[in-house]
């Protein structure tokens, strides 16, 4: 069966520092990737996705990146962190030959920035 | 394009009670319909998804949603609510013909009342 990793669990980081945030998916192939953030009382907002390694498409514009390095491992990064980067960041991934695009997500990190 | 609005940013319901959470949409093209559910500080796990079969979907925990197109539709209800519904729902909407984003509403926390 597939599960998908997060880590860290939890995070608190200063102002300035920099992040680097890993998800992997396991038991499956080639994967589409996705990265969202939940900021508090607010919905969904998905920052990154990604159909295959070195694949990125961004979706709003900002101080984070996210990489592909390899075909289950996605990763989002800042080189210096805001107050606003605070949030809960979820992983996702989504089997790329489906036709309903289910989506299926990791357990989460939450992001407190100082 | 896509987008999905969900009515009330928070719902409380007695404990037994009909739980009926409301999701609309918006899709130039048929859509695919899904109704996650967060627990805090986890992940969405799938509640149900339409995916242009039997406009009543069946999903689990007893949550049911019925696709009504002419009301650009996707109502989320349970007959009786149990105090472990207590949790964010979220309903999302992707093209029906193979896309890699789903499009989130903003989410509805539900509150049951003992």
């Known amino acids: 069966s597939q599960t998908i990793h997060q880590w860290p669990a939890t995070l608190v980081q200063p102002v300035g520092s920099p992040l680097s945030l890993e998800c992997t998916v396991e038991?499956?192939?080639?994967?589409?990737l996705y990265w969202y953030r939940q900021a508090a009382g607010r919905g969904l907002q998905l920052l990154f996705y990604?159909?295959?390694?070195?694949?990125i498409s961004s979706e709003v514009p900002q101080n984070l990146s996210a990489s592909r390095p390899q075909d289950r491992q996605f990763i989002l990064s800042s080189k210096k962190l805001l107050l606003s980067d605070s949030g809960f960041y979820l992983c996702?991934?989504?089997?790329?030959?489906?036709?309903?695009?289910?989506?299926?997500f990791g357990p989460g990190t939450r992001l407190t920035v100082l | 394009a896509q987008s999905v609005t969900q009515l009330g940013s928070h719902v409380s319901v007695s404990e037994g009670a009909l739980v009926l959470l409301r999701c609309n949409y918006s899709?130039?093209?048929?859509?695919?319909l899904f109704w996650y559910v967060q627990y805090p500080n986890q992940g969405l796990q799938l509640l149900l998804k339409?995916?242009?079969?039997?406009?009543l979907v069946k999903g689990i925990n007893g949550f049911e949603a019925e696709f009504k197109k002419s009301e650009t539709s996707f109502h989320l209800t349970k007959p009786s609510a149990h105090m472990s519904d207590a949790a964010e729902y979220f309903c999302?909407?992707?093209?029906?013909?193979?896309?890699?984003?789903?499009?989130f509403g903003t989410g509805t926390r539900l509150t049951i009342i003992p």
């Open positions: 996702a991934w989504s089997v790329r030959t489906a036709s309903n695009n289910e989506q299926f």
């Open positions: 038991g499956t192939s080639n994967p589409n």
């Open positions: 990604s159909v295959g390694i070195g694949q």
């Open positions: 899709s130039s093209v048929p859509p695919y």
């Open positions: 339409y995916t242009s079969a039997a406009t």
């Open positions: 999302a909407v992707t093209p029906a013909f193979g896309n890699e984003k789903l499009t």
